[in-house]
């Protein structure tokens, strides 16, 4: 099987949920499977929670009611998302000490919930081995088996552990990196503050301290404990991989979840899955699309698969507000509108108890499931996702990409900055801004392979490499266009001021130098000049030396009065732009408006306001996603394109007609 594309097995957009069976009697299991068929189920991922099921007892293992499921999905024509089943360890483990996390006030978790183990534990490491061999010899022939799922969203709910078994493992980790003390003090910038190690044994995680802890050391604990998760999602993938070569592996991140660096995740995956569940309350399509937009760029020439959604309302914030009718539907499609082959929910049938017996579900309490508004619209999406087939396989091609680096994440969030900086704050209006044009973006590394995009924006892009400085550097003399935002540049991997003056490596590509920082108070703002615009900045100014670059526009107001806000460089066949504030929104949009018009990048056709455009393309064929989430209906004119709706099954017009919250899908000629 070509693992490029897990459809290759299924042929099919994937469509179900989690599925704890192990929760119901089994003859709850067969009216399971009639309601599956009926609403169009092909995948189901099964045994996520299921460890103490599988091992009820240190030296005993139960198999027999997985082997009956196995059959039973088999039989009707359901895949097999199989779990690992080490998300959360059996009660017993926990008689191990070294099993359990300790959090940085030196707090042990315990068993009763789940996730509470640390990731550095040899006992959890030992047994969840041990566990991924046995399941992996006995399913990895049977027929059910499309795709295993590693664990459970890593990292999700304890992370950070700061334990004697994590203390052992950081040191190990840490020689690995450095070698010798020197290297690491070095590293460290030790000879502040009485920090220099002389031994090993004396150097800890980055545990509670009196005032502001060590920052190199706190970044190599996001590095290390990054590390720790991912090695034993490797140990799994070893064994997974050397049963069924052919059977692709994947495990549902999360977005953007700061303590693992999904780019890094990712180059162990054969197909990337995420778990998306924006608040109805709030602009839930643009977080979608955001992670849709992210778990798409981290395997770039591969669909993904929403593993988890809700189909109405979830049981984890204070008030959990139901999804209006026709969202769960309107944004199932939008994942497969941004790349998506496969839309999952959380989870199949409603639990009758335990923590999350208020969670929606696909199959809700109610003495007939069969008859409530909720289900009936799970059935009525499985057929419209049967109608999708063709686009399967197919991709979204973006010429615009954000960098986004998980190290610049850890390390521009430690305290003690010149302000309070949040990482995705800088992120989120530059995708708000191509989401809400309908221009195709993707997230990219400071070391992907730049050279299909147009236009590259690197927000805040604090810590920098050297030989990733020389990377963006090389793309803008080629011919690219990149635009830097404030504070980017600053810092080496060991969180050292790159000497030589700011913005450190990007010097020579942006033009400029920056002698002095000014950021502002939380109410401030200054006025920005950009040619005949007004625009406006806040949070952030500085003084800005131009050593090749031209100022687009200045500051109008205060100290800096006169004086650079935007720069433009000219360099080799390209052009950097820098910004040396935070600009509002509609700044935002002025500027960017100003680049993409230059650059040709543009939505495939012009819609209204709220609603969404997007292209998927491949072997020949394109499909045009029109989405509209507003709550009225829309006259979408589409100028020269033509084709024909995959879900209404009507040629398109001149214009198409979308009602509120209404999807079309247009395969065009
Ligand atoms: C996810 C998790 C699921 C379930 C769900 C509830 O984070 O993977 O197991 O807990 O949340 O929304």
Redesign the pocket.
């Known amino acids: 099987m070509n693992k490029n594309t897990i459809l290759a097995k299924t042929g099919q957009i994937l469509y179900g949920g ?1 599925y704890n069976p192990e929760q119901w009697p089994e003859s709850v299991w067969k009216e399971d499977m009639r309601l599956m068929r009926l609403a169009g189920v092909n995948f189901v991922s099964i045994g ?1 929670f299921s460890w103490a099921k599988l091992q009820p007892t240190e030296k005993t293992f139960d198999f027999g009611w997985l082997d009956r499921l196995m059959y039973l999905l088999g039989e009707n024509g359901i895949w097999a998302d199989l779990a690992t089943a080490t998300a959360s360890p059996p009660p017993w483990m926990s008689r191990y000490p070294d099993l359990l996390a300790v959090d940085v006030d030196g707090h042990v978790y315990s068993h009763g919930s789940r996730q509470h183990f640390s990731p550095s534990s040899p006992t959890y490491l030992r047994f969840a081995e041990a566990l991924v061999k046995k399941i992996a010899a006995r399913y990895a022939k049977h027929p059910a088996l499309a795709a295993w799922h590693l664990n ?2 890593y990292a ?1 709910h304890m992370n950070m552990c700061y334990g004697e078994a994590s203390a052992k493992a950081f040191r190990l980790w840490l020689k690995e990196r450095y070698h010798t003390l020197d290297a690491l003090n070095a590293a460290w910038g030790t000879a502040f503050w009485s920090q220099h190690y002389s031994a090993w044994e004396d150097v800890q995680p980055p545990r509670k301290t009196p005032m502001f802890s060590n920052p190199a050391q706190t970044l190599d604990f996001h590095r290390f404990t990054n590390a720790a998760f991912l090695k034993i999602a490797k140990m799994e993938c070893a064994i997974l991989r050397k049963a069924t070569p052919d059977l692709p592996i994947t495990t ?1 991140l999360m977005s953007f979840f700061k303590p693992l660096d999904y780019f890094e995740w990712a180059k162990e995956l054969d197909f990337v899955s995420w ?1 998306s ?1 924006p608040d109805p309350l709030d602009y839930g399509e643009l977080i979608g699309a955001r992670g849709h937009d992210l778990t798409r760029s981290l395997k770039p020439g591969r669909p993904f698969v929403l593993m ?1 959604q ?1 189909t109405s309302h ?1 049981n ?1 914030r204070p008030v959990n507000v139901a999804k209006p009718v026709g969202t769960m539907r309107l944004w199932s499609h939008q994942s497969v509108a941004r790349g998506a082959d496969g839309v999952m929910f ?1 989870q199949w049938r409603q639990a009758a108890s335990g923590a ?1 017996k208020y ?1 929606g579900s696909m199959v809700p309490h109610s003495p007939d499931p069969e008859k409530t508004r909720v289900f009936q619209e799970v059935r009525e999406l499985g057929a419209e996702l049967k109608k999708l087939e063709p686009v399967a396989g197919t991709l979204v091609r973006s010429r615009a990409a954000i960098v986004v680096d998980w190290e610049t994440w850890w390390a521009l969030e430690l305290p003690s900055k010149p302000t309070e900086f949040n990482y995705l704050a800088a992120i989120e209006p530059v995708h708000r801004y191509f989401y809400e044009r309908n221009i195709a973006v993707d997230f990219v590394t400071p070391q992907s392979d730049l050279s299909g995009y147009s236009l590259v924006v690197a927000p805040t892009l604090y810590l920098l490499r050297g030989k990733d400085a020389k990377h963006l550097d090389r793309y803008v003399r080629e011919g690219g266009t990149f635009l830097a935002t404030c504070f980017s540049g600053i810092v080496d991997e060991n969180e050292r001021i790159v000497p030589g003056g700011y913005p450190g490596h990007l010097r020579e590509t942006l033009g400029l130098w920056i002698e002095e920082w000014w950021p502002l108070g939380p109410s401030e703002t200054r006025k920005v000049r950009l040619g005949a615009k007004a625009l406006s900045g806040s949070r952030w100014s500085e003084v800005i030396h131009l050593k090749g670059a031209k100022a687009l526009a200045t500051f109008e107001e205060g100290y800096l009065k006169g004086k650079p806000a935007v720069t433009r460089h000219a360099l080799g066949k390209g052009q950097a732009f820098y910004v040396g504030t935070v600009l509002d929104d509609s700044s935002l949009g002025v500027l960017l408006d100003d680049l993409s018009r230059g650059l040709k990048l543009a939505a495939p056709i012009k819609a209204p306001k709220g609603v969404e455009v997007t292209l998927r393309e491949g072997g020949g064929k394109r499909f045009l996603f029109l989405l509209n989430h507003n709550g009225k209906a829309v006259r979408l004119p589409l100028g020269r394109l033509k084709g024909t709706d995959l879900i209404s099954g009507r040629k398109s017009g001149k214009a198409v007609l979308l009602k509120a919250s209404d999807v079309a899908v247009i395969e065009l000629e």
């Open positions: 989690d996520i459970n969203e999700c549902n778990d569940y988890e809700v979830v984890w959380f999350e969670h």
